[in-house]
C-alpha cells in the first residue's frame, strides 16, 4: 500500500519536476520577516529584488524568473523549515533566497543537498552558516567582517579599556569573539563583556555595569530594530555619554532606519559597516533613485535592500550559468570568483567561503541638510574576506 | 416487593468499542485524505498535528479542569527540548524519542500542576505565566544544553520500523503523527468519559458541591496535569523530530497564548473542539500568509474578533447543535 503510494507519488513528482523546464518559469522563494518588529528589514528583501528586477527585466536566457515570498516572522526555526520545506516541494522553487535571523538559517540548511537548491543567504550573519551545506552563498556580511576593523579602529583611537554589549545569540557571540581577539592582539584590555538576552528591553542595569568597570569605550552589536533604540537611550540616560564613554558599534545599532527614532544623541558614534545610504557613488545612486521607485520611503533604505539587490544578481547569474536547469553544484561554482561593482562599492564572492568579500567603512552619525545620516570617514577597510572563515 | 428498573441505554452498548472504531475510521479518512489530496503541504500538515497535541492537551486542564493557564508551552517545548537533546546525544530510534517526550512531558506536568492546581483565579493565572517564562528563560540560559537563542538543529531521527526515514516531503514524520493523534485522541476520550474525568469534570462545575461529596480535588487536578504534559511531550517530541529543529518559540509566551486563542475558538471542554480549533486556526493562518505575506496578521485579528462576537463558546457548540437537529430529524422521518 504504502509502496505503491510512494511510487504513484514519485512519478506524480517526476511529472511535476519535469514541469517547470519546459514551462520555463525558475521560482525563487525568498523568506523574510514580512511582519512583525522587523517588517521593514523584510520589506528591503523584496524591494531590493523589485529594484533589480526593474532595472534588469525578469528575463534571463529565455527563462523567466518568478519570485515567492513567504514570511518567517521572527527567530522561529521550525516554521522557517516548514516554509522551506512547502517551497521546495509544493512551489517547485530551484532557488531559496533571503533569511533574516540565524537559527532560520541554520534549520533550512539540511534541506538543501537532498533538495538541490541553493540558498542565497541575504542576511542571517553568523560566520558559520555557510559551513552547513555547500549550497550557500551569502550576499550580506558577517559579524566579524565588520567587527575586526571596529576593533582596529578602537586601537588607533586610542581606546584603552573597552566593554563589549552583545545580544545573546549567534552573531552577538561572534562580534564578541571577534572584537576581543583583534583588540586584545593589538594590545587593549577588555574590562567587562556582558551578552544581553534577546528580548531585554531595559538596559540601565548594563550601563551601570560598564559604569562600574571603568571602560573608556563600549563596543556593542544587537540587531537593527526595536532592541537598539532602547539601547541607546539607556546609554543616554545614565550619563555614559555626558562622561565621554564613547559607543563603537558595527553599522546595526545605528541603521538609518532607526537613526530618527534614536535622535540627536546619537550624533558622533563611530561605526563600522559594509554600506551606508550615503555612499557616495554614481551606483549607489542610481541603486537609491530605482528603491524609491519600488516604493521605498525616505528613511527606508537599509542593509538588507543591498544584499537582496545583490543577491538577486548572483541568482540572475546562476540561473544563466545552468541555463536553467535544477544543477546546484554548477549553479555555486560559476558564481565563486564573481566579482562586480555593487553600490556599496567592488565586492567579489570568495572562492573558498562562499562568502562576500566587500569594503568596510568606518562611519560617524552626522546631521546633513537637518537628516541624521551615517557618515563615511573616509577610512576603509578595503576587500575584508569573513575574517572568522578565511583564516581556517 | 419492587422491581428496580434501569432504562437501558441502548446506544454504544451492543457493540463493544463501536464508537472507538468509528472514530478511528473517521480518522483513518482524514488521514489518507490530507495524504492524497495534499501531497505537497504535508509539511505544514505534520506542524498542525503537532499543535493540534498541545492544543488536546490544553483542554484537558483549562476545559476539562477549569486551569487557566498562559504557560502550557512550557510542557511542550521543555519535551521538545528533552527529545532535541537526547537526539543530539545519540538516540535516534523514533519510538524511543517518543517515550522521551511522553515522560518528559509528563515529569513537567506534574511538576507545574503540582504548583498551578494549588491556586485559583488571578494568582493561578500569574503562576502558570511564571512557570511558562522561567522554562523559556532556562531555555535560553542553558546553552549547553538548548543551544540558547540559536536552538538545537540538525537533528536526525532514525527510520521508522528501520524503514521509513524523515525526508523532506514529510511523508514518514506524517503518517507517524497522524497514528500517535488518532491514539492518543481514542484514549483521551477514554479518560475523559471515565469516572475520574467525569469527577474532574464535576469538580470544574462546582468545587463546593464535589468537596462535600468527599472528592479530594487536588490530586486529581495533579494527575489531569501529568496526563496533559504527557500529551503535550508527545507533540513536541514528533515536531522536534519532523522538523529537526527545537527553537526557543516553542517554548515562547507566543505559543501558549496561541494555542489559548486556539481552544477556545474550537470549544473547550470537548476533545472534537481543540481539535477542531487548532485546524481551523492554523487553516486559516497558514492560507492567509501564504496569500499576503505581509499583512496576513490583520487578517487573523479580525477572524478572532469575529469568533469572540458570533460564537463566543467556540465554534463546536452551534456544530454540535447542528448534528443534534439533524439526527433528531432523522429519527422523526
Redesign the interface.
Known amino acids: 500500500m ?1 509502496k505503491m ?2 511510487s504513484i ?1 514519485s512519478l ?1 513528482m517526476m511529472a511535476a519536476m519535469a514541469g517547470p523546464a519546459s514551462a520555463d518559469v525558475i521560482k525563487v522563494g525568498v523568506i523574510g520577516t ?3 518588529p522587523y ?1 521593514l528589514f523584510g ?1 528591503n528583501f523584496k524591494m531590493g529584488i523589485d529594484t533589480w528586477v526593474a532595472q534588469n527585466g525578469n528575463k534571463v536566457g529565455g527563462h523567466t524568473v518568478e519570485f515567492v ?3 518567517e516572522e ?6 522557517s ?2 516554509l522551506a ?2 517551497l ?3 512551489d517547485k522553487v530551484q532557488y531559496l533566497a533571503g533569511i533574516y535571523f ?2 532560520n538559517a ?2 533550512v ?3 538543501l543537498e ?2 538541490k537548491t541553493p540558498l542565497i543567504v541575504m542576511n542571517a550573519a ?1 560566520s558559520s552558516i555557510v559551513e552547513k551545506s555547500p549550497y550557500i552563498v551569502r550576499t550580506s556580511f558577517t559579524m566579524w567582517q565588520n567587527t575586526v576593523p571596529a576593533a582596529k579602529t578602537a586601537i588607533k583611537n586610542g581606546a584603552k579599556k573597552v566593554a563589549i554589549a552583545v545580544s ?3 552573531p552577538g557571540i561572534d562580534a564578541e569573539a571577534a572584537f576581543k581577539k583583534t583588540f586584545e592582539a593589538e594590545g587593549g584590555a577588555v574590562v567587562e563583556a556582558i551578552r544581553i ?2 528580548n531585554t528591553t531595559d538596559f540601565s542595569p548594563i550601563m551601570q555595569k560598564i559604569q562600574a568597570a571603568g571602560a573608556d569605550t563600549i563596543f556593542c552589536f544587537l540587531p537593527s530594530g526595536p532592541p537598539t533604540i532602547g539601547f541607546f537611550k539607556a546609554y543616554v540616560d545614565n550619563g555614559l555619554k555626558a562622561a565621554g564613554v564613547k559607543l563603537m558599534s558595527t553599522g546595526d545599532i545605528v541603521t538609518e532606519i532607526d537613526l530618527p527614532s534614536i535622535g540627536d544623541s546619537s550624533l558622533g558614534v563611530l561605526s563600522t559597516y559594509h554600506y551606508a545610504v550615503s555612499h557616495q557613488s554614481p551606483e549607489n545612486k542610481s541603486f537609491l533613485e530605482a528603491m524609491a521607485k519600488v516604493g521605498a520611503g525616505p528613511d527606508e533604505v537599509a542593509m538588507t535592500g543591498i544584499a537582496a539587490y545583490d543577491g538577486a544578481r548572483v541568482i540572475y547569474k546562476m540561473i544563466e550559468a545552468t541555463n536553467g536547469q535544477r544543477d546546484p553544484a554548477k549553479a555555486v561554482d560559476s558564481v565563486k570568483g564573481m566579482n562586480w561593482v555593487s553600490p556599496r562599492g567592488t565586492v567579489s564572492i570568495d572562492p573558498e567561503t562562499r562568502h562576500i568579500r566587500q569594503n568596510v567603512y568606518l562611519r560617524v552619525v552626522e546631521k546633513v541638510d537637518g537628516k541624521l545620516v551615517n557618515k563615511e570617514t573616509g577610512a576603509v577597510f578595503s576587500d575584508q574576506p569573513d575574517w572568522a572563515l578565511s583564516k581556517r | 416487593m419492587t422491581e428496580l428498573v434501569l432504562p437501558h441505554h441502548a446506544a454504544g452498548r451492543r457493540i463493544p468499542l463501536i464508537g472507538e472504531a468509528a472514530i478511528a475510521l473517521a480518522f483513518a479518512a482524514a488521514g489518507a485524505l490530507g495524504y492524497f489530496l495534499f501531497p505537497d503541504d504535508l509539511a505544514f500538515l505534520t506542524r498542525l498535528i503537532g499543535i493540534a497535541f498541545l492544543v488536546l492537551s490544553l483542554d484537558l486542564v483549562t476545559g476539562y479542569c477549569g486551569i487557566a493557564t498562559l504557560g502550557h508551552a512550557a510542557l511542550f517545548g521543555g519535551a521538545a527540548y528533552a527529545v532535541g537533546a537526547a537526539c543530539i546525544r545519540g538516540i535516534s530510534d523514533p519510538f524511543a524519542l517518543l517515550a522521551i517526550g511522553l515522560c518528559s512531558g509528563a515529569v513537567l506536568g506534574l511538576v507545574s500542576g503540582a504548583l498551578i492546581s494549588r491556586f485559583r483565579g488571578l494568582p493561578q493565572l500569574v503562576l502558570s505565566i511564571a512557570i511558562g517564562q522561567l522554562v523559556a528563560g532556562l531555555a535560553n540560559k542553558l546553552q549547553w544544553l538548548t543551544g540558547g537563542s540559536d536552538g538545537l538543529s540538525g537533528l536526525e531521527p532514525g527510520k521508522v520500523f528501520g524503514v521509513f526515514g524523515f525526508d523532506m516531503y514529510s511523508r514518514t514524520a506524517f503518517l507517524l503523527s497522524f497514528t500517535v493523534l488518532a491514539i492518543t485522541f481514542l484514549l483521551l476520550r477514554r479518560v475523559v468519559n471515565s469516572p475520574f474525568g467525569l469527577m474532574c469534570r464535576g469538580i470544574k462545575d462546582d468545587s463546593l458541591r464535589a468537596r462535600m461529596m468527599g472528592a479530594s480535588i487536588y490530586p486529581r487536578f495533579v494527575i489531569m496535569y501529568g496526563i496533559a504534559g504527557a500529551v503535550a511531550g508527545l507533540g513536541g517530541a514528533l515536531t522536534a523530530m519532523s522538523t529537526g529543529v527545537v527553537g526557543l518559540d516553542s517554548v515562547s509566551f507566543e505559543r501558549s497564548a496561541e494555542v489559548l486563542v486556539m481552544l477556545v475558538l474550537g470549544g473547550a471542554g470537548h476533545l472534537w473542539g481543540a481539535l477542531i480549533g487548532s485546524v481551523i486556526f492554523m487553516l486559516f493562518e497558514h492560507i492567509v500568509a501564504a496569500a499576503n505575506p505581509f499583512h496576513w496578521m490583520t487578517l487573523v485579528g479580525l477572524l478572532l474578533i469575529l469568533i469572540v462576537v458570533f460564537a463566543p463558546r467556540g465554534l463546536i457548540g452551534p456544530l454540535t447543535a447542528l448534528c443534534a437537529r439533524l439526527f433528531s430529524r432523522e429519527k422523526k422521518t
Do not use: C, H
Open positions: 504504502t503510494s510512494r507519488l506524480a514580512f511582519s512583525g517588517a520589506k515570498y513567504k514570511d521572527g527567530p522561529n526555526p521550525a516554521k523549515k516548514a520545506q512547502e521546495i516541494v509544493k540565524t537559527p541554520m534549520a540548511a539540511p534541506l537532498e533538495s553568523t545573546d545569540y549567534g538576552p534577546l
